[in-house]
């Protein structure tokens, strides 16, 4: 039978698989909430495909980045801008793996999208672009996103 969660519930956002708990905490950090992750298959199954649907706030600067898997981004409601392309309401973005793409620009009214990933493993696992190069952050929990992250200069947000 299918499972239903409407999107005013309360069990809609903040849902991530167990081992990556500290997520929910990370994305409220981060100012991109309400946040949502839905994992295809077995939540434990880092090659298991992925939705991701995050909010970010009027100006919210999101830095160029990889994932190393497949992705497709979703304009669910806002504006934001991607390399000088204005994506609005039902627009899409694709990005091969390894494929560098941002930064994300919130417009005036926020952004919400939905990203797609072809494995869990790409949604946390991120390169950020520095000018040293491409540097491996992992957003699945506190303690790895403190050990990855030290070479990453954070975007200024509002």
Partial sequence: MPFFIKKDSKDYW????????????????SKLTPATMYVMGD????????????????GY??????????RFEIILEGTMTVDDVELGPG??????????YGPHIAGPQGCRT????????????QL????????????????????TSAAVEPAENP
């Fill in 91 to 100: 627009d899409v973005m694709i990005a091969r793996s390894g494929e560098v």
């Fill in 61 to 70: 600067v999101l830095p160029a980045h990889a994932h190393l898997c497949e």
């Fill in 14 to 29: 903040n849902r991530y698989p167990k081992h990556l708990s500290d997520m929910a905490e990370i994305m409220a950090a």
């Fill in 43 to 58: 939540p434990t199954d880092e090659k298991a495909p992925t939705a991701l649907i995050f909010t970010m706030p009027p």
């Fill in 114 to 125: 939905l990203e797609m990933f072809s494995t869990l493993a790409g949604a946390h696992h």
């Fill in 128 to 147: 950020y672009s520095t000018p040293d190069g491409l540097v491996p952050v992992e957003f699945g929990s506190w303690e790895a996103l403190k050990a």
